[in-house]
């Protein structure tokens, strides 16, 4: 039982000290996942998606599970990173929430971001 206190207290801790993206990223995943993952399987192959309008069909079907089972993770490593980088003045906190853009921790599949370079 120790054990699992233990943890449960570190895993606890680990999730308080870190930043805004990251808790965000990790707590909405699965929607998100479930969401944009079909996004961006789309995204990166429109033109065989408008030649075989059925991919559509398929990629519901396939990548919404994948995404909703994989959208934490994700969620919790683009969390990092946004953190990271708003940390060291490349992009900024209004830029991650308030915005569907690349760099948005609501499209956690989107796994490249272009930065805010001053």
């Keep these: 039982m120790k054990k699992y206190l233990c943890m449960a ?10 930043g805004c993206a990251t808790v965000a990223g990790t707590a909405s995943g699965i929607p998100m996942g479930a969401i944009d993952a079909p996004a961006e399987a789309y995204r990166h192959n429109r033109e065989a998606f408008d030649n075989y309008p059925i ?5 519901v079907l396939v990548m919404v599970p994948v995404g909703a089972a994989t959208g934490p ?3 919790l490593g683009k969390g990092i990173a ?3 980088q708003c940390a060291i003045g490349h992009q900024s906190y209004s830029n991650v929430f ?5 760099a948005s921790i609501w499209r956690p599949w989107t796994l490249r971001w272009e930065t805010d370079r001053k």
């Design 73 to 75: 993770l994700f969620g």
């Design 9 to 18: 207290l570190i895993i606890l801790a680990g999730v308080l000290y870190t």
């Design 98 to 102: 308030n915005s569907y853009g690349k």
């Design 55 to 59: 991919l559509h069909g398929v990629n």
């Design 82 to 84: 946004l953190d990271v």
